[in-house]
């Protein structure tokens, strides 16, 4: 069964303080792993998209990587306004028909 | 046109009433798609359209769902006889039509309480 994992559940950073988020899947045949920010009451917002191993994407203070079996979201110098739940999903074979098999988030906190 | 647009933000219902929502996609997008999203879990795949043909649904949109999406522009979901499980947030979210595999852009999302 298709599956993505998330870890760690919960990040607690001080501002400026570098981490990485990671999200591990195993899908019968990965055709694209998408990074989702989520403020709370709200809907995802899209960050990233990834399609192949090796690939790496960055927006401001965010950087994605993808190997054959996770992906890492990089926060560098993070702020307080980085706040949020990030998300990852996949999309696997044809059979999918295009949709997305989402992760649990790992909801991030950054202290001033 | 900026985003994608989900009416109403906020449905208070009581059990066994019936509910619709809508929800406008980015004006180019030919896909769209409904998911559903419970506090602390991932948002959950439902349905989708490609132009005005539902081309999947999830096991989990049980006969009380129906999904409609009239020449291909807006979609509506409707919940029949509502439960108190079916308290979540519904989000509606759109893609371009070029590739099969391209990202997606959610609305806010509608958020439903059964009482």
């Known amino acids: 069964e298709d599956q993505v994992t998330q870890s760690p559940e919960a990040l607690r950073l001080q501002e400026g303080e570098s981490s990485s988020l990671n999200c591990s899947y195993t899908v019968s045949g990965l055709r694209g792993l998408f990074w989702y920010r989520q403020d709370p009451g709200k809907g995802p917002e899209f960050l990233f998209t990834?399609?192949?191993a090796g690939e790496e994407k960055e927006k401001e203070r965010l950087k994605a990587t993808l190997t054959k079996k996770e992906s890492f979201l990089h926060i560098t110098a993070p702020k307080p306004e980085d706040s949020a739940t990030y998300l990852c999903a996949v999309q696997a074979d044809e059979r999918s028909q295009g949709n997305l098999i989402f992760g649990k988030g790992t909801k991030l906190s950054v202290k001033p | 046109d900026t985003g994608v647009s989900q009416n109403p933000r906020h449905k208070i219902t009581k059990r066994g009433q019936n509910v619709t929502f809508r929800c406008d996609p980015i004006s180019e997008h030919n896909r769209l798609y409904w998911y559903r999203q419970t506090l602390g879990q991932g948002p959950e795949f439902l349905t989708y359209?490609?132009?005005?043909?539902?081309?999947?649904k999830s096991r989990l949109l049980s006969d009380r769902f129906s999904a409609e999406r009239p020449k291909g522009s807006f979609s509506t979901l409707e919940i029949q006889r509502t439960e108190q499980g079916d308290s979540a947030m519904y989000l509606c979210?759109?893609?371009?039509?070029?590739?099969?595999?391209?990202?997606?852009?959610f609305g806010q999302g509608t958020r439903l309480t059964v009482v």
């Open positions: 359209f490609q132009n005005e043909a539902q081309l999947e």
């Open positions: 990834l399609y192949s």
């Open positions: 979210a759109s893609s371009p039509g070029s590739k099969w595999f391209t990202e997606a852009f």
